[in-house]
């Protein structure tokens, strides 16, 4: 098992799987928040959780509802408490992401620079790699400086998706 792993049996306290326009997707929460949001087969995904599977809690059940309404393109904004597991500089980068608006991009410097860390672009773009709450956390819409769609954990193909999704919204 991984660290990740082992950090989110220890703090979470249920999960669910639904299944979405993009893929299978595994929601986990805390008694704080929502820990995690995860497309199967995506990088640093946590694998099977030992925490029990409860689709009809209150939160996960919110959030499953707010996934459908995005990949509608009735939902801009998720509303939902979060409480991801991460090192201090890992949820400064998480938060700024958050001020991304939907239908908008920046790149890994302009992110860099927005938390007073100009220096640490390559840092930040490993934050970003590690964000355990895709979607609802929008590292989807970071690129490149050229404008290129390098790197997400969910693929270069479901970037791509993700943006023209946000485009139309």
Known sequence: MSHLTDMLNAACTAQAIIDT???????????RGLAGLWFEGQKHHPGELAVPLRPADALLHEAASQLQRYFAGTLTRF???LDLQ???FQRSVWQALLRI???RTCSYGELARSIGAPAAVRAVGAAIGRNPASLVVPCHRVLGADG???GYAGGVDRKRA???LEARA
């Not at 326009?21 to 008694?31: D, E, H, K, S």
């Open 162 to 164: 993700l943006l023209a």
């Open 148 to 150: 290129a769609l390098t």
């Open 101 to 103: 608006p939907s239908g």
């Open 86 to 88: 991460g090192t201090p």
């Open 79 to 81: 509303d939902l408490p």
């Open 21 to 31: 326009p993009m893929g299978r997707v595994r929601l986990a929460r805390t008694a």
